[in-house]
Every structure is written in C-alpha cells, then in structure tokens.
C-alpha cells in the first residue's frame, strides 16, 4: 500500500541535481586532462619531437609551459588559497576573466622571450596558436562561460594530430570528446558551451597552423 505523500514533500529515493555526487568518471577526466596539466605537457612533447634524438627541442618547450601553463595555473591557486576563486577549475563566470587576462600577459611574455631568445618554430608556432585562441576566448567568457577545457582538449587534438599524424589523432579526438562530455555530466557546461569551446580550441589553432605551413 502507498501511503500519499503531501503536495510538495520531497521523495526520499531523489536528490535535488545540484547536490547529486558528481560522477566519478566525469570528475578523473577534468582534473587529468584539465587545460593546466595538457598546456604544461603539449610544448614539452612538440618540442622534443621536432629536435629529436637531440633533447634541445624540450627544453624549448619548457620554457613555453612555464609562461603559458606553470604561471597562469599558479596564478589560479593564489587566487584559491586566497579566496578570490572558488576553486582550481574557476567553476563561475564571473571569477574567470581576470585570471585569463593574466594568463594572456602571461602567454605574450613567454612568446616574446621565445623570439627573442631565438626559439625553434615549433615552439614557437604552437604558443603563437595558444594566445590568439586564448584572446578569442577571453572577451566571451565576459558574457558566456564558454569551456575551457573543450577548448584546451580540442587545441591540443588539433596539435598532435599535426605533428604526430593519424595514431594520434585516433587517440586525441575521442579523448576531446570526452572531456566535453565530462564537463556537461559534472554540470560545468552546457553542451553548447563544450561545442563553442571545441570550436574555438580547434579552428583557432588549425588557422594558425595552415597559415605557417
């Protein structure tokens, strides 16, 4: 027998959405294939690889993840431990464009050394394809919380896929998926934001590269 329930009560079998437990899946994609941790290992990759056997080519790449990914990121946990942000993935909109102008300054300085110090254009190119994405992300993010991490994920498909060919690419792209899918399942994004980041990650960074060929 049901016993009736009166207008309004809460079933005790449901959660309300915004205190459901993330999905665990969705939570292991984000925080490994966050848009720090793959800006910080993209320019090592490409470097050494364009200078391989030689290892010259990494450290020029180092040099590229320290001011386009080691400082922005160290900006973010400032502002976290500070209390400015509420967390590493800057879950609100409004929180986002400082840190990202930041990083912007922070991506034309580390280009600018790279050319002056007379880097390879590998390197080079691929940090050049960083900032334009990046400017472009930036004044929508001021009115839409457009996905940094689709963009990120999608930026970097484009890159190995490049540079390394077909494997990668067989790897990169269903991994770019699913980090959108992450982030709309963990409530992030919605999944017009996941495909505006994924666009805006791919066609910027594919422009830059058609275009230096």
Same mark, same amino acid.
């Not at 899946?25 to 294939?33: C, F, G, N, T, Y």
């Not at 800006?39 to 180092?62: K, N, R």
């Not at 498909?157 to 990169?172: D, E, K, N, P, R």
């Not at 770019?176 to 066609?203: D, K």
């Given at each position: ?103 912007? =300054? ?11 110090? =007379? ?45 390394? =060919? ?48």
């Amino acid at each position: 027998m049901t016993i009736p329930r009166p207008p309004g009560a809460r079933q005790p079998d449901r959660m309300p959405p915004a205190t459901r437990p993330a999905p665990l899946w969705a939570r292991a994609v984000s925080e490994i294939l966050s848009p720090a941790h793959l800006v910080m290992a993209l320019p090592l990759a490409i470097g050494w690889h364009a200078t391989w056997p030689e290892f010259s080519g990494a450290l020029w790449g180092l040099v590229a993840s320290l001011f386009c990914g080691a400082v922005p990121y160290a900006v973010i946990l400032a502002g976290v431990r500070a209390g400015r942000l509420t967390d590493k993935h800057i879950a609100r909109r409004d929180q986002r464009v400082r840190p990202l102008v930041l990083a912007l =300054g922070s991506v034309v300085a580390g280009l600018g050394a790279l050319l002056l110090l =007379g880097a390879i254009p590998a390197v080079v190119v691929l940090v050049l394809g960083m900032l334009v994405a990046l400017a472009v992300i930036v004044p929508i993010t001021a009115f839409w919380k457009i996905s940094l991490h689709a963009a990120v994920a999608a930026g970097t498909a484009i890159v190995l896929t490049f540079t390394f =060919g077909g494997l990668a690419a067989a790897l990169a792209w269903p991994l770019t998926v699913l980090v959108a899918a992450a982030r709309v399942a963990l409530g992030a994004h919605t999944v017009a934001q996941v495909i505006a980041g994924g666009l805006v990650g791919s066609l910027v960074p594919l422009g830059v590269y058609l275009l230096a060929l």
